[in-house]
Protein backbone atom coordinates (compact mmCIF):
# COMPACT_ATOMS: atom_id res chain seq x y z
CA UNK A 1 0.00 0.00 0.00
CA UNK A 2 1.45 3.52 -1.03
CA UNK A 3 0.93 6.04 2.07
CA UNK A 4 2.43 9.43 1.55
CA UNK A 5 4.56 10.19 4.38
CA UNK A 6 6.01 13.52 5.52
CA UNK A 7 8.45 12.05 8.20
CA UNK A 8 9.24 14.19 12.16
CA UNK A 9 10.53 16.94 10.29
CA UNK A 10 9.35 21.01 12.09
CA UNK A 11 8.01 23.25 9.34
CA UNK A 12 6.07 26.36 10.14
CA UNK A 13 5.87 30.23 8.57
CA UNK A 14 7.66 32.73 9.71
CA UNK A 15 8.11 36.59 11.03
CA UNK A 16 12.01 38.04 10.22
CA UNK A 17 12.58 41.18 12.49
CA UNK A 18 16.05 42.34 13.21
CA UNK A 19 17.29 43.07 17.02
CA UNK A 20 20.47 43.00 19.18
CA UNK A 21 19.24 41.41 21.75
CA UNK A 22 20.31 38.10 22.79
CA UNK A 23 17.09 36.88 23.53
CA UNK A 24 14.67 35.85 21.02
CA UNK A 25 10.90 35.49 20.85
CA UNK A 26 10.68 32.75 18.00
CA UNK A 27 11.42 29.19 17.43
CA UNK A 28 14.62 29.50 16.42
CA UNK A 29 17.72 32.13 16.87
CA UNK A 30 20.39 33.75 14.49
CA UNK A 31 23.72 35.87 15.47
CA UNK A 32 25.75 37.22 12.99
CA UNK A 33 29.34 37.72 13.97
CA UNK A 34 28.51 40.71 16.01
CA UNK A 35 25.74 40.18 17.58
CA UNK A 36 23.28 41.41 15.18
CA UNK A 37 20.60 39.04 15.32
CA UNK A 38 17.12 37.70 13.45
CA UNK A 39 14.17 36.87 15.30
CA UNK A 40 12.19 34.34 14.02
CA UNK A 41 8.50 34.24 15.22
CA UNK A 42 6.88 30.91 14.66
CA UNK A 43 3.47 30.27 14.82
CA UNK A 44 3.78 26.51 14.69
CA UNK A 45 1.43 25.75 12.18
CA UNK A 46 2.27 21.72 11.84
CA UNK A 47 3.09 20.31 8.14
CA UNK A 48 3.90 17.05 9.59
CA UNK A 49 2.45 13.97 8.96
CA UNK A 50 3.82 10.48 10.08
CA UNK A 51 3.20 6.95 8.93
CA UNK A 52 0.11 4.84 9.98
CA UNK A 53 0.51 1.51 11.37
CA UNK A 54 0.15 -1.11 8.56
CA UNK A 55 0.35 -4.40 10.76
CA UNK A 56 2.44 -7.50 9.13
CA UNK A 57 0.59 -10.96 9.93
CA UNK A 58 2.67 -13.67 11.84
CA UNK A 59 3.52 -15.34 8.50
CA UNK A 60 4.23 -12.34 6.72
CA UNK A 61 6.21 -11.53 9.71
CA UNK A 62 8.26 -14.76 9.75
CA UNK A 63 9.14 -14.73 5.63
CA UNK A 64 10.86 -11.51 6.87
CA UNK A 65 12.85 -12.71 9.08
CA UNK A 66 13.92 -15.43 6.38
CA UNK A 67 14.28 -13.15 3.57
CA UNK A 68 18.08 -12.47 3.00
CA UNK A 69 17.19 -9.08 1.77
CA UNK A 70 16.23 -7.68 4.77
CA UNK A 71 19.85 -8.66 6.70
CA UNK A 72 21.45 -5.54 7.42
CA UNK A 73 24.79 -4.64 5.05
CA UNK A 74 27.03 -2.51 4.11
CA UNK A 75 26.49 -0.31 0.28
CA UNK A 76 29.87 -0.79 -0.69
CA UNK A 77 33.20 -1.45 0.97
CA UNK A 78 35.89 0.21 -0.56
CA UNK A 79 36.07 3.64 0.78
CA UNK A 80 38.31 6.01 -0.70
CA UNK A 81 38.38 8.69 2.14
CA UNK A 82 41.34 11.02 2.68
CA UNK A 83 41.19 11.86 6.14
CA UNK A 84 40.20 10.00 9.58
CA UNK A 85 38.15 11.42 11.84
CA UNK A 86 39.68 13.11 15.15
CA UNK A 87 40.74 11.97 18.16
CA UNK A 88 38.12 13.29 19.89
CA UNK A 89 35.04 11.66 18.05
CA UNK A 90 32.51 10.09 20.22
CA UNK A 91 33.99 11.58 23.54
CA UNK A 92 31.01 13.09 25.51
CA UNK A 93 32.75 15.79 27.89
CA UNK A 94 29.93 15.48 30.41
CA UNK A 95 29.08 12.05 30.84
CA UNK A 96 28.17 10.20 34.07
CA UNK A 97 27.84 6.66 33.18
CA UNK A 98 24.06 6.38 33.74
CA UNK A 99 21.04 6.10 32.37
CA UNK A 100 19.47 9.62 31.33
CA UNK A 101 16.33 10.78 33.41
CA UNK A 102 15.78 13.60 30.82
CA UNK A 103 13.67 12.38 27.52
CA UNK A 104 12.72 13.70 24.40
CA UNK A 105 9.04 13.10 25.16
CA UNK A 106 8.03 14.38 28.96
CA UNK A 107 11.61 14.93 30.70
CA UNK A 108 14.13 17.50 30.83
CA UNK A 109 17.30 19.25 29.00
CA UNK A 110 20.55 17.74 28.65
CA UNK A 111 23.59 19.84 29.26
CA UNK A 112 25.83 21.30 27.36
CA UNK A 113 28.96 19.06 26.68
CA UNK A 114 27.05 15.67 26.84
CA UNK A 115 26.17 15.49 23.15
CA UNK A 116 28.74 18.33 21.56
CA UNK A 117 27.55 16.54 18.05
CA UNK A 118 24.35 17.44 17.81
CA UNK A 119 23.23 20.19 15.90
CA UNK A 120 20.40 22.09 15.24
CA UNK A 121 19.76 23.15 11.68
CA UNK A 122 17.24 25.51 10.06
CA UNK A 123 16.41 24.80 6.64
CA UNK A 124 15.32 27.91 4.52
CA UNK A 125 14.28 29.75 7.35
CA UNK A 126 11.37 27.68 7.56
CA UNK A 127 11.90 23.86 9.01
CA UNK A 128 13.42 22.70 12.20
CA UNK A 129 16.20 19.03 11.80
CA UNK A 130 18.52 17.87 13.67
CA UNK A 131 21.68 16.57 12.75
CA UNK A 132 25.06 15.46 13.77
CA UNK A 133 28.76 16.66 13.14
CA UNK A 134 31.19 13.88 11.77
CA UNK A 135 33.84 16.38 10.91
CA UNK A 136 34.26 19.85 11.26
CA UNK A 137 32.98 20.20 7.79
CA UNK A 138 30.27 17.78 7.67
CA UNK A 139 26.96 17.30 8.85
CA UNK A 140 24.99 14.40 8.85
CA UNK A 141 20.99 14.22 8.51
CA UNK A 142 18.09 13.01 6.62
CA UNK A 143 17.03 13.61 3.66
CA UNK A 144 13.50 14.54 4.26
CA UNK A 145 14.95 17.31 6.06
CA UNK A 146 17.19 18.60 3.10
CA UNK A 147 15.51 18.09 0.18
CA UNK A 148 14.85 21.75 -1.97
CA UNK A 149 17.26 23.17 0.68
CA UNK A 150 18.42 26.35 -0.46
CA UNK A 151 19.85 27.57 2.69
CA UNK A 152 21.09 26.44 6.27
CA UNK A 153 22.10 27.62 9.38
CA UNK A 154 23.07 25.01 11.50
CA UNK A 155 24.01 25.96 15.40
CA UNK A 156 26.52 23.53 17.18
CA UNK A 157 27.15 23.95 21.36
CA UNK A 158 23.87 24.72 22.55
CA UNK A 159 20.84 23.48 24.38
CA UNK A 160 18.40 25.99 24.08
CA UNK A 161 17.33 27.64 20.91
CA UNK A 162 15.44 30.20 22.13
CA UNK A 163 18.80 32.61 23.23
CA UNK A 164 22.52 32.74 22.06
CA UNK A 165 24.49 31.08 24.51
CA UNK A 166 28.25 31.09 25.61
CA UNK A 167 30.26 28.09 23.34
CA UNK A 168 27.50 28.25 21.28
CA UNK A 169 28.70 28.71 17.22
CA UNK A 170 26.83 29.32 14.05
CA UNK A 171 27.78 28.08 10.83
CA UNK A 172 26.46 28.12 7.11
CA UNK A 173 25.56 25.66 4.86
CA UNK A 174 27.58 25.84 1.37
CA UNK A 175 25.93 22.53 -0.02
CA UNK A 176 24.04 19.49 0.78
CA UNK A 177 23.76 15.97 -0.82
CA UNK A 178 20.51 13.72 -0.48
CA UNK A 179 20.78 9.79 -1.32
CA UNK A 180 20.36 9.58 -4.87
CA UNK A 181 17.78 6.61 -4.21
CA UNK A 182 15.36 8.27 -1.35
CA UNK A 183 12.30 7.69 -1.82
CA UNK A 184 9.34 9.56 0.13
CA UNK A 185 6.82 6.93 -0.32
CA UNK A 186 8.34 4.57 1.78
CA UNK A 187 10.96 6.75 3.44
CA UNK A 188 13.97 4.69 2.18
CA UNK A 189 17.44 5.83 2.04
CA UNK A 190 16.95 8.77 4.06
CA UNK A 191 19.87 10.07 4.34
CA UNK A 192 22.15 13.18 3.99
CA UNK A 193 25.04 14.81 4.39
CA UNK A 194 25.92 19.05 4.58
CA UNK A 195 28.97 20.62 3.84
CA UNK A 196 29.61 23.90 5.85
CA UNK A 197 30.75 26.95 4.08
CA UNK A 198 33.32 27.08 7.13
CA UNK A 199 34.13 24.86 9.34
CA UNK A 200 33.88 24.21 13.22
CA UNK A 201 36.42 24.67 15.72
CA UNK A 202 36.26 21.78 17.71
CA UNK A 203 36.43 22.05 21.64
CA UNK A 204 34.65 20.05 24.57
CA UNK A 205 31.47 22.03 23.54
CA UNK A 206 31.76 21.04 19.83
CA UNK A 207 32.89 18.13 18.68
CA UNK A 208 32.40 15.16 16.27
CA UNK A 209 30.38 11.92 16.57
CA UNK A 210 32.44 8.70 16.05
CA UNK A 211 30.78 6.41 12.91
CA UNK A 212 30.88 2.97 13.07
CA UNK A 213 33.34 0.52 11.46
CA UNK A 214 33.03 -1.25 8.44
CA UNK A 215 33.19 -4.90 10.09
CA UNK A 216 29.60 -3.34 12.34
CA UNK A 217 27.94 -3.87 8.72
CA UNK A 218 26.45 -7.08 9.26
CA UNK A 219 25.63 -5.88 13.10
CA UNK A 220 21.74 -6.09 13.76
CA UNK A 221 22.23 -3.65 16.58
CA UNK A 222 19.22 -5.58 18.63
CA UNK A 223 18.50 -4.92 22.12
CA UNK A 224 21.11 -2.50 22.87
CA UNK A 225 20.30 0.71 24.86
CA UNK A 226 20.72 3.47 22.57
CA UNK A 227 20.69 7.54 23.41
CA UNK A 228 18.40 10.21 20.87
CA UNK A 229 18.47 13.40 21.54
CA UNK A 230 16.68 16.79 19.87
CA UNK A 231 14.20 19.71 20.03
CA UNK A 232 11.24 18.23 18.97
CA UNK A 233 7.81 17.77 21.17
CA UNK A 234 7.45 16.23 24.48
CA UNK A 235 4.27 15.00 23.47
CA UNK A 236 2.15 14.10 20.66
CA UNK A 237 0.00 17.94 21.54
CA UNK A 238 3.05 19.58 22.86
CA UNK A 239 4.94 22.99 21.38
CA UNK A 240 8.31 21.69 20.29
CA UNK A 241 10.78 21.91 23.14
CA UNK A 242 12.79 24.77 23.99
CA UNK A 243 16.07 22.96 25.30
CA UNK A 244 17.72 20.02 24.13
CA UNK A 245 15.92 16.66 25.33
CA UNK A 246 17.37 12.68 25.31
CA UNK A 247 16.13 9.78 26.12
CA UNK A 248 17.48 6.04 26.24
CA UNK A 249 16.02 4.21 24.12
CA UNK A 250 16.07 0.17 23.33
CA UNK A 251 16.45 -1.03 19.93
CA UNK A 252 14.66 -3.56 18.57
CA UNK A 253 14.95 -6.38 15.44
CA UNK A 254 13.77 -5.27 12.70
CA UNK A 255 10.95 -7.71 11.78
CA UNK A 256 9.25 -6.18 14.78
CA UNK A 257 9.41 -2.79 13.39
CA UNK A 258 7.96 -4.09 10.10
CA UNK A 259 5.20 -6.28 11.91
CA UNK A 260 3.82 -2.11 11.80
CA UNK A 261 5.25 -0.69 9.21
CA UNK A 262 5.58 -3.52 6.46
CA UNK A 263 8.47 -4.62 4.89
CA UNK A 264 9.17 -1.77 1.90
CA UNK A 265 9.43 0.56 5.03
CA UNK A 266 11.37 -1.20 6.98
CA UNK A 267 14.24 -2.45 4.94
CA UNK A 268 17.90 -3.74 5.56
CA UNK A 269 18.87 -0.12 5.73
CA UNK A 270 16.48 0.47 8.84
CA UNK A 271 16.94 0.33 12.26
CA UNK A 272 14.48 0.49 14.90
CA UNK A 273 13.49 1.70 18.40
CA UNK A 274 10.36 -0.69 20.48
CA UNK A 275 7.62 1.25 22.29
CA UNK A 276 7.95 2.41 25.68
CA UNK A 277 5.35 4.33 27.20
CA UNK A 278 7.08 7.11 28.62
CA UNK A 279 9.72 7.89 26.05
CA UNK A 280 10.17 8.32 22.14
CA UNK A 281 11.37 10.63 19.37
CA UNK A 282 8.45 12.63 18.28
CA UNK A 283 7.97 15.84 15.61
CA UNK A 284 10.91 17.95 14.86
CA UNK A 285 13.51 15.55 16.23
CA UNK A 286 14.16 13.97 12.44
CA UNK A 287 17.68 14.14 11.10
CA UNK A 288 19.13 13.75 14.90
CA UNK A 289 21.07 11.16 15.62
CA UNK A 290 21.07 7.32 17.54
CA UNK A 291 24.02 7.02 19.55
CA UNK A 292 25.20 4.35 21.60
CA UNK A 293 28.32 3.62 23.55
CA UNK A 294 30.76 1.76 21.60
CA UNK A 295 33.27 1.74 24.92
CA UNK A 296 33.21 3.46 28.19
CA UNK A 297 34.41 6.68 27.00
CA UNK A 298 33.35 7.07 23.18
CA UNK A 299 29.54 6.93 21.74
CA UNK A 300 29.13 5.87 17.70
CA UNK A 301 25.61 7.19 15.61
CA UNK A 302 24.08 4.12 14.54
CA UNK A 303 20.96 5.66 13.40
CA UNK A 304 19.31 9.02 11.67
CA UNK A 305 15.59 9.84 13.08
CA UNK A 306 13.45 9.39 10.05
CA UNK A 307 9.69 8.16 10.98
CA UNK A 308 7.43 7.00 13.44
CA UNK A 309 3.17 6.60 13.24
CA UNK A 310 0.48 8.76 13.00
CA UNK A 311 -1.27 7.35 15.68
CA UNK A 312 1.18 8.72 18.50
CA UNK A 313 4.84 8.94 19.06
CA UNK A 314 4.70 6.63 22.18
CA UNK A 315 2.08 3.62 20.48
CA UNK A 316 4.80 2.33 18.05
CA UNK A 317 8.80 1.73 17.09
CA UNK A 318 10.40 4.47 15.83
CA UNK A 319 12.18 3.83 12.73
CA UNK A 320 15.72 5.19 11.79
CA UNK A 321 18.15 5.15 8.94
CA UNK A 322 20.99 2.55 9.64
CA UNK A 323 24.12 4.41 9.38
CA UNK A 324 26.46 0.77 8.97
CA UNK A 325 24.16 0.74 5.70
CA UNK A 326 25.61 4.11 4.11
CA UNK A 327 29.22 4.12 5.18
CA UNK A 328 30.56 3.59 1.96
CA UNK A 329 28.01 6.39 0.81
CA UNK A 330 29.45 9.14 3.81
CA UNK A 331 32.75 8.37 2.70
CA UNK A 332 32.58 8.98 -0.63
CA UNK A 333 30.40 12.35 -0.06
CA UNK A 334 32.89 13.50 2.79
CA UNK A 335 36.50 12.35 2.57
CA UNK A 336 36.02 10.40 5.50
CA UNK A 337 38.10 7.10 5.91
CA UNK A 338 36.05 4.38 7.53
CA UNK A 339 37.63 2.28 10.42
CA UNK A 340 37.67 -1.27 9.52
Partial sequence: MNVQLYPLVFSCLILVSFDLSPKFLGAVKFDSSNATSIN????????????????MTAAEVLAYEENETNVPKIDFVNTNGTYFQPDTAGISFLDSNSSLT????????????????????I???????GGSLISERWVLTACHCTRGMWSGLIFAGGINRLINETFEFLQFSMSSSCHENYN????????????????????????????PRISDATNYFAGI????????????????SIFLQAADLSTIINSKCAAYYGGQSIVSSSLCTGIDPT?????????GPLVYKETATRYTQIGIVSFSSIDGCLVAPAAYTRVTSYLGWISAKTGIIIRM
Avoid at 40 to 55: A, M, V
Avoid at 225 to 240: H, K, Q, V
Fill in 279 to 287: KATCEGDSG
Fill in 225 to 240: TTTAAGYGRTSDSSPF
Fill in 102 to 121: PQIIGGNSVQQRQFPWLTLI
Fill in 40 to 55: LTFPFQILDKRRPISY
Fill in 123 to 129: INLSSMC
Fill in 184 to 211: DIYVINDISVIRLASPFTLTEFVNVVQL
